[in-house]
C-alpha cells in the first residue's frame, strides 16, 4: 500500500497510474508499482476491472487491478507524490482513511479467490511508420 494526500488528507491506495503510450498494461504496472512503492513485480493475473465516481458531476475512473507476485525491493526513492509505502494488514487498511471504495472491493475479490489469466490482456500498438 502507498500513502499519498487527496484534498489534504493522508490516504491509503494501492500502486497506480497511467499507460504511457507505446507501453503495454504489464510494464505499466511493473514501471508505476516500481515508481511508487520501490518494488519490483511481475503481474500474473487480473483481479478485476472497476469503475468509480466519487461523486454526481465527477469523471468516472476505470481501475484493472493487477494480481503481481513480488520479485524484489528495489528503491525506497518513491515518485514524489507518495508520502511512503508499505505492507499493511487488512485491519490496518480498514482503520486508515483510503483513497476510494476500490480498495476494499479489490481486497474483498482477491481474499475471495478471483483471478482471471493475464494473457486476457491483449496488446496491440500502432508502430510508426
Not at 488528507?9 to 503495454?24: D, M, R, Y
Not at 478485476?48 to 458531476?57: E, K, R
Not at 525491493?73 to 508499505?86: E, F, K
Not at 476510494?100 to 491483449?122: A, K, V
Amino acid at each position: 500500500m502507498v500513502k499519498e494526500t487527496q484534498d489534504g488528507q493522508i490516504v491509503l491506495n494501492q500502486p497506480a497510474g497511467h499507460v504511457e503510450n507505446g507501453e503495454s498494461l504489464q510494464q505499466a504496472v511493473i514501471r508505476e508499482t516500481l515508481e511508487e512503492a520501490g518494488w519490483q513485480v511481475e503481474p500474473t493475473g487480473i483481479l478485476g476491472m472497476y469503475a468509480f465516481t466519487p461523486f454526481a458531476g465527477a469523471d468516472t475512473y476505470h481501475r484493472i487491478c493487477v494480481i503481481c507476485q513480488t520479485v524484489a525491493h528495489m528503491t525506497d526513492n518513491l515518485d514524489p507524490d507518495i508520502l511512503s509505502a508499505g505492507w499493511f494488514t487488512r485491519e490496518e487498511i480498514e482503520q486508515h482513511p483510503q483513497r476510494s471504495p476500490l480498495i476494499l472491493e479489490c481486497i474483498n475479490d482477491f481474499e475471495n479467490g478471483q483471478n482471471f489469466p493475464i494473457n486476457m490482456i491483449n496488446n496491440h500498438h500502432l508502430e510508426a511508420k
